[in-house]
């Protein structure tokens, strides 16, 4: 639904996007990840016709989007939650919407509910807003037009846990019915669990895209085992082919849990902890990206957390 | 797949061109500021009114003059209304919002334009109205006389300019304060260029176009052949230009 061929933006000297190829389906969230400054959003504005692009072009269910009559009665836009005038109400601010597209005010009404903005909330300016209410207000603004696409930048940005879960509901079901959902996140876990489909990117190229099973397969996914003796298991592993390596008080091995868990019986040694490697998805984001870090991610092998977003 | 690839857009027409300058007339008056600078052009106009009436004889207190004051303080705040039209997508950022919604720029800016207008001509009718009313009340006997609805077009030519001409500074700077201190700085020093320079003096109805409306301030709209080519000349220079300067910028500007 959502093509993009051979984008590339440059600014000067700097590539923001790189020639960028991906493309969204129906049905499905696709998530969009990279750390700050990789060009995510750079992406995002050629897609709605905000940006011009260098090379390469994108269309939207076989349009240019500047072709796209109404085009919020197809397109939901969500770029900068922020980017309203603060002195507007969020009331006002989804009337304006609903009267350029044509729809009548009781749209509005349905909107500020299924947001969970209370009348009392949207009759406040927008100044006034915690980040939450102006994401809030601002996927509002995206369905007001009932779209059945939806382009939407750090949407979940500023939600608290339970504002999250309540987000990956709505853009489920809005793809179960059909919708086309493009995301992005520089937080993996917000896309882990909002998106089907991921595209990663880091420094303006796609490093790998997919769903999570096929990210994980391709980059040897594997099971952390700990045992009473690792030399014995890591031995015998090795012994079968598995590849392994140490990992805490663990050991890291490229096979599935089952396997391990034969190899283990094997060699007579007791587990004492066999699971899915955890953090394995953060692992591959953080070696993809890993060169566009500003921080450098010294425990990238062992799963430990780099908060990306702090500072940029 | 049962879900189609292809966005079927035959059923949807595109946004009319009455919608998008409704909604651009309302995002004038729907937050404080606009409110107030909205509101503010009128009771200025009503305070001036009053001021009239205070300060003139009772045979002057006639319609003319009443709407002739209220030309000066109109068009400080007139201006900075078409100023404000677009400079304020930009410096809050809605311009997003508004080019996503309706990707033609130029659509957009024609509705601005159409905009700026109705509201330079509804300070024109707030004038008249206002001024027909402290005539009524408070004016000379004979307040009307010799009043022909003719008088009152070289009054609604120059709101219209001089909204007009705050949109396209407007436009040409993307930027309030950089627009307002263009507008209100460039006739001060033209009018010091135009001054101190003597051979300049002579060109000054061409090029400068306070000196061109002048035959305009004295309401009357009988101006000779040369007089109508120097204000065509200076609205060219000094609206036109940077109208159309300002609408190629926005055409290309990458809206952040």
């Known amino acids: 639904m959502i093509e993009v061929q051979g984008l590339t933006r440059r600014y000067g000297d700097f590539l923001a996007v790189d020639d960028v190829t991906f493309s969204c389906e129906p049905g499905k969230v696709t998530g969009f990840l990279g750390p700050n400054g990789a060009g995510k959003t750079t992406t995002m504005r050629v897609m709605v016709g905000l940006t011009a692009p260098t090379r390469g072009r994108v269309t939207i269910g076989g349009h240019a989007y500047r072709d796209i009559p109404n085009p919020g009665r197809h397109v939901g836009v969500l770029l900068d939650a922020g980017a309203q005038h603060g002195g507007r109400t969020g009331r006002e601010i989804l009337q304006l919407g609903a009267a350029t597209m044509g729809l009548p005010d009781s749209r509005v009404d349905e909107m500020l509910a299924m947001v969970s903005l209370s009348p009392k909330e949207a009759k406040r300016r927008m100044r006034n807003y915690s980040l939450g209410m102006k994401q809030r207000l601002g996927i509002a603004h995206a369905l007001l037009g009932d779209p ?145 870090q500003r921080e450098q991610v010294a425990g990238a092998g062992t799963g430990t957390t780099v908060d990306t977003g702090a500072n940029a | 797949m049962s879900t189609t690839m292809t966005l079927d857009t035959s059923g949807t027409a595109a946004v009319p061109f009455g919608r998008l300058l409704k909604v651009e007339l309302r995002k004038s008056w729907d937050t404080r500021a606009g409110l107030w600078l909205v509101g503010s052009i009128v009771a200025i106009t009503a305070v001036v009114m009053v001021v009239v009436f205070l300060v003139s004889d009772s045979d002057e207190r006639t319609f003319g003059n009443f709407v002739g004051a209220a030309y000066a303080p109109q068009s400080v705040l007139l201006p900075v209304l078409g100023i404000l039209l677009v400079t304020s997508e930009w410096s809050q950022r809605t311009a997003m919002v508004t080019f996503a919604l309706e990707p033609s720029r130029s659509r957009v800016v024609a509705a601005k334009t159409a905009a700026a207008m109705i509201l330079g001509a509804g300070a024109f009718v707030a004038a008249v109205g206002l001024a027909a009313l402290a005539t009524l009340l408070g004016g000379a006997d004979d307040g009307f006389r010799g009043f022909e609805w003719v008088d009152t077009v070289p009054f609604l030519l120059l709101q219209l300019f001089t909204v007009l001409q705050g949109l396209a500074y407007g436009l040409l700077w993307l930027n309030t304060p950089a627009a307002i201190v263009t507008f209100f700085g460039l006739p001060i020093v033209m009018n010091l260029v135009f001054t101190l320079v003597d051979w300049l003096r002579d060109a000054a109805a061409w090029v400068d176009l306070t000196t061109a409306q002048l035959p305009l301030f004295e309401n009357d709209i009988d101006l000779s052949g040369e007089q109508w080519a120097q204000l065509g000349s200076t609205v060219l220079l000094w609206i036109v230009v940077p109208f159309v300067l300002g609408w190629l910028r926005l055409l290309r500007a990458e809206v952040k």
């Open chain 1, 148 to 292: 059945s696409v939806l382009i939407l930048d750090e949407p979940a940005n500023g939600l608290d846990p339970a504002g999250i879960r309540w987000m990956r509901d709505l853009l489920r079901g809005y793809a179960q019915r059909g919708g086309t959902v493009l995301l992005s996140s520089h937080l993996l876990n917000e896309v882990e669990l909002i998106a089907d489909e991921m595209v990663l990117i880091g420094q303006g190229k796609i490093v790998a895209q997919g769903d999570k099973r096929s990210l994980l397969a391709s980059r040897g996914g594997g099971t952390l085992a700990v045992s009473q003796d690792n030399a014995a298991l890591a031995e015998q592993l090795r012994r079968q082919g598995f590849e392994v390596a140490p990992a805490g008080d663990g050991l890291r091995v490229g096979a599935d849990a089952a396997e391990v868990g034969r190899v283990a019986l094997e060699a007579r040694v007791v587990l004492t902890e066999l699971r899915p490697s955890g953090g394995g998805l953060e692992d591959i984001f953080l070696e993809l990206t890993g060169g566009t």
